[in-house]
């Protein structure tokens, strides 16, 4: 668990955390000179439970807002310091906002130097505390009375703050590693180290990581977690990595850059946002203001773009995109902190709604909110359904998985336990929903009807070709599927790499037709009793070669089907035959069957059978195992 600290400057915060930890956290000469705390200070305890507990003392002074808000990201809990003398002061209220847009909910109030007043005074400030804590996510934290010469109130302080260990970290350990570095230094004997709090995922010893935004190599050597020396740590902890690097990496690495895996590895500098605007504000955030914007423990300079023309009203909040001056790191569902060009006032602030922004058209209004309303859902399974409902052409799964920081596998895992939902393999998968590849389908099938119309092509349509007549933005993969679905489902055939609908038949030249019309008699279905090659020349008393000629030119073009070199049915006949193979399954509860098993139900001799079976292996249907052999399930477009 981390907590830091918040409160107005000289309200005792790093005194406090002496009183708990033992650790003096002004490191810094300046700090003991002016007794002020200026920079982050970091303390490791027990409160008593066998655990370590990282503290962050952040400045209280308004000069350092910009890195009490660096501490504050990340954290689980707050611990809130009001002097009892003062009472809540202007910086009491900033870090409360801060600390409200930041999303923190858990912690407790200290209200320090109660032996300075009187305990009327304590009553009043404590009541004053209740009334500015109430209309906050931190409404009703616990208002700890503290004295720390007179050691009054440290005790139940521990206590409490020990009690926040049931919090549960939303971060996720499973995720892809980020840690936002708050502290770069060179130690002597190990060389760059770097200091923050884990986002998401885990780092072990000799991981390589990247350094954003250099995208630099590096190598963890050594790790500490909780002030420990360990092999894994995990999101919601501190670590400090000792690095591996090139020089040049080194040298660039400082506050508000971020170590991350490969998979994390990219900045952006456009962001779809929802904004919070402080109630307190006087008037409306207007379009293209200038902003300073916090996010991990990054400062960076942009402007708003607001998708109202009014801008955002005090107390209110709405979708608007970020433009940087700067690239940064961000996944969706970060938060961040917003501040006036002056970087004098924080005014707004919110969460990241999309990481691969494009720039935002006002006629396309309300499609852009109709997509940040649909990633906007608390859950990723939510979110990607959502998602996949409004996009037409499908969810790109990749740069799905890459914005919301998930590993490809992890998503593919989720998506795939979703029974609505239907992922089309690729080297990119895109998703969409059964009713979507539904849709898609009779698409397919309406555009190969009208190819056949055209005479595009006599024998059969290659996937190219298919794409081509299905227009629109659709990928040669989704084509495939939804091409391997029909073949499943017997509306298509595959002919020598090419395609053709079952019910297809290419027109006959008027010798073919007139050949046919002998030919066709004697090949319909009579029991399957099909006649072979050779017994049909000699019922029909013409040349053998004309006759194989014509055989398959009629096979080709889908008037019959070659079952073997000597042997054609009808494609009427060929369908009944499947269906009597799936009927003798059935009625005797055969997981697998024989040749013999299928000459004994059908009644056709042990030559044909062989051959028609061979024919099933052939074209998927059914597959030999041994002697025996299984019918295989149809494909589906996942």
Wanted: glycine content about 8%; charged content about 25%; proline content about 3%.
């Amino acid at each position: 668990m981390i907590i830091a600290t918040a409160g107005h400057v000289d309200h005792g915060k790093t005194l406090l955390i002496k009183a708990l930890t033992g650790v003096d956290t002004d490191r810094l000469p300046e700090e003991k000179k002016r007794g002020l705390t200026i920079d982050l200070g970091f303390a490791y305890h027990d409160l008593g439970d066998g655990k370590s507990t990282g503290f962050i003392d952040v400045p209280g002074h308004e000069r350092f807002v910009k890195t009490m808000i660096a501490g504050a990201v990340g954290i689980d809990a707050v611990l809130f310091i009001v002097a009892a003398d003062d009472g809540p002061m202007p910086q009491t209220e900033e870090h409360l906002a801060i600390l409200e847009l930041l999303g923190i909910e858990k912690g407790v109030v200290a209200l320090t130097k109660i032996d300075r007043v009187s305990e009327e005074r304590v009553e009043e400030v404590k009541g004053q505390c209740v009334s500015l804590f109430e209309t906050t996510c931190l409404k009703g934290l616990p208002v700890i009375p503290v004295s720390v010469p007179e050691n009054i109130g440290v005790e139940k302080l521990r206590t409490e703050l020990l009690g926040l260990r049931h919090i549960s970290s939303l971060k996720k350990a499973d995720n892809n590693f980020r840690m936002a570095i708050d502290r770069s230094f060179t130690l002597k004997g190990a060389g760059q180290v770097v200091t923050g709090t884990i986002f998401d995922g885990r780092v072990e010893v000799d991981d390589v990581l990247n350094h954003i935004p250099s995208g630099g190599e590096l190598r963890v050597r050594s790790l500490r977690a909780n002030n420990e020396d360990v092999g894994l740590a995990v999101a919601g902890q501190r670590a400090a990595l000792n690095l591996v690097s090139s020089k040049k990496v080194s040298a660039s690495m400082n506050r508000g850059d971020w170590v991350v895996s490969s998979a994390a590895n990219f900045v952006v500098k456009r962001l779809d946002v929802r904004i919070q605007v402080l109630s307190t504000e006087g008037k409306p955030l207007a379009n293209r203001t200038p902003v300073h914007l916090h996010l991990g423990a990054a400062d960076v300079t942009g402007r708003v773009i607001t998708f109202d023309r009014v801008g955002i009203a005090p107390g209110n909040s709405s979708f608007a995109q970020l433009i940087l001056d700067e690239p940064i790191h961000a996944i969706c569902g970060d938060r961040f902190v917003l501040r006036d060009q002056a970087a004098s006032r924080t005014f707004a602030g919110g969460v990241v709604v999309e990481v691969f922004a494009k720039p935002y058209r006002a006629k396309y209004r309300d499609q852009r909110i109709a997509q940040l309303d649909a990633v906007s859902a608390t859950s990723i399974e939510a979110a990607l359904q959502s998602l996949v409902h409004i996009s037409p052409d499908g969810v790109d799964l990749s740069e799905f998985a890459k914005a919301n920081n998930h590993t490809l596998e992890n998503l593919l895992k989720i998506t795939m336990a979703i029974s609505s939902l239907n992922v089309v393999a690729g080297e990119s998968p895109l998703v969409f929903s059964a009713k979507q590849i539904a849709g898609l389908r009779d698409r397919l099938i309406h555009a190969m009807k009208e190819a056949h119309k055209a005479g595009l092509n006599k024998v059969g349509l290659s996937e190219s070709m298919i794409k081509n007549e299905f227009g629109g933005n659709i990928s040669l993969e989704l084509i495939r599927s939804l091409l391997e679905s029909a073949v499943g489902d017997n509306l298509i055939e595959r002919i020598e790499g090419l395609f053709r609908l079952k019910t297809f038949k290419a027109k006959r030249s008027k010798t073919d037709e007139l050949l046919w019309q002998r030919v066709e008699p004697l090949i319909a279905v009579k029991d399957f009793k099909v006649p072979v090659v050779h017994e049909l020349q000699s019922s029909l008393n013409i040349d053998m070669k004309l006759l194989k000629s014509f055989l398959l030119r009629s096979a080709k073009d889908g008037y019959i089907v070659q079952i073997s070199e000597r042997r054609y049915f009808a494609t009427d006949a060929v369908e009944k035959l499947k269906q009597l193979v799936v009927k003798m399954c059935q009625d005797g509860s055969l997981n697998e069957f024989t040749v013999a098993d299928f000459r004994s139900y059908c009644g056709i001799g042990r030559n044909a059978v062989v051959e028609i079976l061979e024919y099933f292996d052939r074209v998927g249907f059914t597959r030999r195992e041994g002697s025996s052999r299984k019918i295989l399930k149809k494909k589906n477009s996942s």
